[in-house]
């Protein structure tokens, strides 16, 4: 017999089942044993009399059983009204201890006051916490919605390498691996081989996979390893299609969401989910700066004039609100000197590229791509990258469509999503300079 799920129990109604789960709870009455048992989709009563002979041996190893212990339930669904959770119990003839618990080091019902550093160190135990259980399904129902979106508009879902010969966004934020006898290095981006994939004539493409940065920043939303969401897609004739493609890509995976969580979320997270409306606003970055200045008295500081950065983020989404009725923000006029060199830029050297910016984060870089040999050869060597990315030059000498893309940060998106304050709670296994484990 298959193991039934507690959220599909009511089908089950006076049938013999198989039940395995987590023991939440143990509650060891003068009559009677309550085992309250858990699985990733919700609890259930499993009741025990102890007045029936024939449950003897049962009687005993209840009461011998520990907290979170995994065991497996042979036994009848019934309907009783008097049980609080969903009015079902199990009646068990036999029951087997799969896997006997220790003492947890915490109480993961309750993380008030437990480190973020020892909640990680036990990791697996830290998500079996409803709400951090609930962080795991949200973000994978808010990348279901997104892909199913990339999969009806005809995009098709690539795996890039991420052991690489040459660093692909810049040469400093890269981990070096030996390779056999030569060096190698993790990827930053699958940037260069979404590009090669539009160059093969995939028209439309999409990864979602590991992207690795070697930046020793402890902040709150930067990770040494973190999960990408990254497209590319040909024909276009603006980055301006870009940032509509992005806007009907969180469209959708937002609807899901709050189609599917929005009510739990209100509840566990006290977070409203948005879904926006298309288009959201845009702003030049000069316009930017001369705006922050008149509302808000900022001055964008002398290194960072021509990009943004932490402190701006967080007004931009200020702005955003109070200006724009809006959640979301395009940034664009970025300085070609400070973005890569395989944004294009038009006639006039300005970028065709953007950031995105949610709740006060940056989620997103997106462009058109530079995709003439020439313009590209000039753009890197003005870079000095001439050489590094001699072998991504090739692809664009044989035929190559006008194309652009973007990567989302999956991992910031979620943390916004919920309004969780830091990436580590984000991440399924969280990995930044001081953490290789678990
Ligand atoms: P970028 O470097 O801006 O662009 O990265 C894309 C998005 O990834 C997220 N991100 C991070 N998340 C967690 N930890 C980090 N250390 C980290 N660094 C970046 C952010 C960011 O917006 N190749 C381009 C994308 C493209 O143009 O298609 C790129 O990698 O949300």
Aim: net charge negative; hydrophobic share 35%; glycine share 6%.
């Amino acid at each position: 017999m298959e193991k039934v799920y507690v959220n599909n129990l009511s089908n089950y109604i006076d049938k013999e089942i198989v039940f395995s789960g987590f023991v939440d709870v143990v509650r060891d009455k003068k009559w009677v044993q309550f085992i309250i048992l858990r699985d990733s989709t919700g609890k259930v009563q499993v009741t025990v009399e102890k007045s029936d002979e024939g449950n003897a041996s049962m009687v005993d190893l209840v009461s011998s059983l520990t907290h979170d212990s995994v065991i497996k339930v042979i036994g009848k669904v019934v309907n009783n009204e008097a049980v609080k959770l969903g009015g079902i119990e199990i009646l068990p003839s036999n029951i087997e201890i799969i896997s006997k618990a220790e003492e947890l080091p915490f109480d993961y019902n309750n993380l008030d006051g437990v480190n973020i550093d020892t909640r990680l160190d036990y990791r697996w135990l830290d998500i079996r916490n409803e709400k951090n259980m609930l962080v795991r399904q949200i973000e994978s129902c808010l990348t279901e919605g997104m892909r199913k979106y990339l999969y009806e508009n005809n995009f098709t879902e690539i795996h890039s390498p991420k052991l690489i010969g040459a660093a692909s966004e810049s040469g400093s934020e890269v981990f070096e691996v030996k390779y056999f006898d030569r060096k190698a290095y993790l990827a930053q981006s699958p940037q260069f081989y979404k590009q090669m994939a539009i160059a093969a004539g995939l028209d439309k493409v999409f990864e979602v996979g590991p992207v690795y940065r070697a930046e020793n920043s402890n902040t709150n939303r930067h990770a040494t390893e973190f999960t990408g969401f990254d497209l590319e897609f040909a024909h276009i004739d603006s980055y301006e299609d870009v940032m509509s493609l992005e806007e009907d890509l969180l469209i959708a995976g937002l609807t899901l969401v709050k189609e599917r969580y929005g009510e739990k979320i209100k509840e566990v997270f006290n977070t409203e989910v948005i879904v926006p409306t298309k288009p959201f606003p845009r702003i030049d970055l000069k316009d930017l700066y001369k705006e922050l200045h008149e509302l808000y008295n900022y001055e964008i500081p002398e290194t960072d004039i021509g990009d943004t950065n932490a402190e701006t983020e967080k007004l931009v989404y200020k702005l955003a609100q109070e200006k724009y009725n809006s959640e979301f923000m395009f940034i664009t006029g970025y300085a070609a000197t400070k973005r890569p060199f395989y944004h294009m830029r038009n006639e006039k050297g300005e970028l065709q590229g953007y950031d995105l910016i949610w709740r006060g984060t940056e989620i997103t870089s997106g462009a058109q791509r530079e995709h003439r040999y020439e313009e590209l050869l000039k753009n890197a060597n003005e870079k000095g990258l001439g050489e590094d990315v001699k072998f991504y030059l090739q692809f664009f000498k044989y035929g190559c469509p006008a194309h652009g893309g973007f990567g989302i940060g999956l991992d910031r998106l979620t943390m916004l999503l919920l309004g969780l304050s830091t990436i580590k709670e984000t991440e399924f296994i969280f990995r930044g300079p001081n953490r290789l484990e678990p």
